[in-house]
Every structure is written in C-alpha cells, then in structure tokens.
C-alpha cells in the first residue's frame, strides 16, 4: 500500500478544528485506498513452479518470475515446459497458468473492488477459479479470450487449453457456467451473414452456446461449437486433477 506524506497544517501555525481533523483523516484513508501497480493488492503469484517469466508493461526483456511477485494490468506470462503458475487477483478469485503456455492481463481489476478482468491466451493451457458468484449486479466481468473465441464466465471453474498450430480451442467446465463465443462469429457479423452447404444461413446464436457443469467444448475457426459431457478420462487429466485440488484448497 503506497504510504503519503503530507505536511500538516500544525506546522503553518494553523489549529485544527475537530470537523477539519476528520475530513483530513478521511483524505488520508482515501489516498492509501488508492491502487497503484505494485501496491499490497495488486495480483499476486501465490503457487509457482519454474521456470516462469513476466515481460511487464512497457518492458523490452523477459524476466524470471518468483513466488510473491505482483504481475499488473498489461504484464505478460509464459511457462517452460514442467512449470505452472498461480495468480491471486482478489478474494476468491484466481488464475493459472500451465506449461509450455503464455498470456497477457490485457484488463486486471484487482483487490476487494475487483470489477473487470480480461485475460488474453496466445497459446497453450490457462484454468480460472471464480470461487465465489461474479458481483454481476455491480457490473463484475470476468473474461478470457483466444485468438479464436471469447468466454464470459458466469462464475466457475474451467480450463482454457488453446493450440495455435491448429487454432483450436477446448474449454472444460467442471462447476458453473461459461458463455463461448466462436471469433468467426463477430467476424462475420460485420460483414453479415454468409451462407454454407446452400442456402443455410450462419447466425451469431449458431455460433454462441452456454457451457455447463461437467461440460466441454471446442472451437474451431469455421465449424459451430458443440457441447459434450466431459469423461472420465477428462477427469484424471494431470491439469484437471490439479487444479481441481488448488480450487478445493482455495474454497
């Protein structure tokens, strides 16, 4: 938390007045609430397996990343192969990152005033655990984008896994909602609606589905999105299983 110095009026030969003593005691509180990148809550790295680096806003080198380091809005992240990592961004709130993977917090609202959260996966494998329901009332959002689809997370557990030799995109869900939304789709938008296997018209509800408890789905550029159980097989996954237990933990 930033800490201000501010000189005060005693020195000037000017005596305070009880109600001025207050509203000087309350523009103090409202200066150390104010979140600058770095500051005590700005996100965290809470779990970390190397080898990680963070190439910070601004910045032209990668550096190595460490447990308890603070990452900041526009920072970005990648894994060598056998690391993970673990953000904290607010209460019940986090993100990791899996191996051989990289991303960037394009919009990160961090702290108990959490509002809005962006996360952008270039390649590789990502997990979101919203422990607690998004603020949706108080216009919380939290969202994760691809080179090839967007999802709005209703509240939830899921992973990201994105190839981007064949720009696929798998999501798996195993608590909650997640709203998935096909890139093609906003593309084709704007140009309107283009037609396939003859007069059969692409619409953006075709290309929007809701993923549930226990779901998945994958996204891949020019075919419709469809949602299926996730197995057993899905289940046992090392990546699941993890982060299965670091949600449980969290919880």
């Known amino acids: 938390m930033a800490i201000f110095s501010l000189p005060l009026p005693h020195a000037a030969g000017i005596r305070f007045r009880p ?13 150390a609430s104010v979140w600058v990148p770095g500051s005590a809550l700005a996100a965290k790295v809470t779990y970390l397996v190397k080898p990680a680096e963070v190439l910070a806003r601004g910045a032209k080198n990668w550096r190595p990343l460490n447990l308890g380091d603070t990452v900041d809005q526009g920072d970005r992240l990648r894994t060598g192969m056998g690391a993970r990592i673990e953000v904290t961004i607010a209460p019940k709130r986090v993100f990791r990152l899996g191996e051989g993977s990289e991303m960037e917090l394009d919009t990160l ?71 998935a939304v096909s890139e ?22 075709e290309w929007k589905v809701l993923v549930g408890a226990m779901q998945k789905v994958i996204i891949r550029p020019g075919e419709t999105p469809k949602v299926v159980p996730m197995t057993q097989e899905d289940l046992k996954d090392d990546w699941v299983d993890f982060n299965s237990q670091r949600d449980k933990e969290a919880e």
């Open 184 to 205: 093609e789709s906003v593309r084709q938008e704007v140009g309107g609606p283009q037609e396939i296997s003859g007069p059969q018209e692409i619409s953006r509800q």
């Open 19 to 31: 109600a001025a003593t207050l509203m000087f005691a309350l523009a103090l509180a409202l200066l």
């Open 109 to 179: 609202s961090t702290g108990k005033r959490a509002k809005n959260t962006t996360l952008r996966v270039k390649f590789g494998k990502m997990w979101t655990g919203i422990l607690r329901p998004l603020k949706t009332k108080e216009g919380e959002k939290f969202i994760v984008k691809t080179p090839t689809g967007t999802l709005g997370i209703k509240g939830t557990s899921f992973g990201v896994d994105f190839d981007r030799g064949s720009s696929s995109m798998g999501v798996s869900v195993l608590h909650g909602v997640v709203e």
